[in-house]
């Protein structure tokens, strides 16, 4: 029988978390196809950058919520442009057709590559990438990080004619966002002299480590491999994270406080976000997420195979639990919606009151996830007009240092 997603799932209630079946309201395939239509239109997350007619037509192919149907949907849309690709004798429209390859194949294994088909369409994804990425004028170097026997694969782009050493922006992708994400999302700053490395956060995509307690010395590995290298300026190294990816840069503003400039985390996890009373009240079912927000977290935490496994692994990865908070940390620019409804708050608010120094925040009053809304504040125009900015300007202001 094919991977169905699941509808039913137990639910903790009472003080004590009693578990009760009870059903939780995800939405179907035609809610689903009609919300990613509006999302295509708007520009909005995840269908940023995708073209709605594209979108049409792959979920035409769609009828069921099955996992490989819905890789398959987008696959099969992806497949015409790696063609085009293939036979162009254009470098700029054979980049284009893998641009939009890659952002489909990507789609197509959404949130997470937790099936045959999506575990594919991730590996498709990687492939259109790579031939996307060398077609750019300021080429994406590929590097291979040792750690623990393994590698972190990563991207790097320094700004063109770069003269010495220049800073960088440490980029940690989210729950279902990959570090070509990310890196799309950095390529405008290298016209400002500053280069980015893009990597996947922990249990995603490429990583070699999945969610858990000292999951992050990865990052360690990464600072370690960044502070050998000629080219990138050790001493100016700022850290952006979104999402999940956010908790990592807020635990790394703690732990690698001395080997940071800053860090920026959009709508960070902190604690209550860990809790299992908000697993159950709150991440499952969500519907500011698209869909399968609960089983995206249960594929990339270390020992989950179902949802009462998170609750007794999340409470660990608290930040206040581990006794981080009350240490000395960099400085931060905290980035979220005040309805966001994936990371409550007060998360936000404990983390602003932490650490030993002033902090910056934007918080958009009429935001959810990340700050973002369907008009106006897309993901696009949160990174041009308020993250970049602020970290020039942290960069900037290091030089008078």
Known sequence: MKNIFST???????????????QVHERTIDEIKQESILRAEKGAYPLGGLSPQDVVEALSYIQTRDRDDWAAGFGRVAEKYMKIGNQSSDPKAAGEAYKRAWRLYYFAQWPVPNSEGKKQAYKNALDAYAKYSKTLDNPMKVVEIPFEGKVIHAYVR??????????????????????????ESYSQILDKGVGYLAVDSPGTGQAPVKVGPGAGRMFSAILDYMALQPEM??????????SF??????????REKSRILGS?????????????????NNTLGN???????????INVFEGASNVNDLAKLMPRMSLKTQGLLDKPSSTMLVVTGVKDTQVPISDIELLMRSGDVPKDAWINPQGGHLGRQLKGWTDPVIFKEVI???????????KKQ
């Not at 039913?8 to 009870?22: D, G, I, K």
């Not at 700004?159 to 980029?171: D, I, Q, S, T």
């Not at 990816?245 to 703690?254: I, K, N, Q």
Request: hydrophobic fraction near 50%; charge should be negative; aromatic fraction near 14%.
């Open 8 to 22: 039913f799932v137990m639910v903790f209630t009472c003080m004590h978390f009693s578990p009760v079946l009870a």
């Open 158 to 183: 320094l700004p063109k004619n770069a003269a010495g050493p220049v800073p960088m922006v440490l980029a940690i992708s989210g729950l279902d966002s990959r570090k070509e994400t990310v890196a």
């Open 233 to 242: 300026d050790k001493t100016r190294i700022v850290v952006s994270g979104v």
């Open 245 to 254: 990816g956010g908790y990592w840069a807020a635990d790394l503003a703690f």
């Open 264 to 280: 920026v985390a959009q709508s960070p996890p902190v604690d209550e976000f860990f809790q299992p009373k908000f697993l159950y």
């Open 287 to 297: 519907r500011e997420y698209l869909f399968d927000l609960a089983p995206a977290f």
């Open 388 to 398: 970049i900015p602020w970290e020039l300007r942290l960069i900037e202001a290091s």
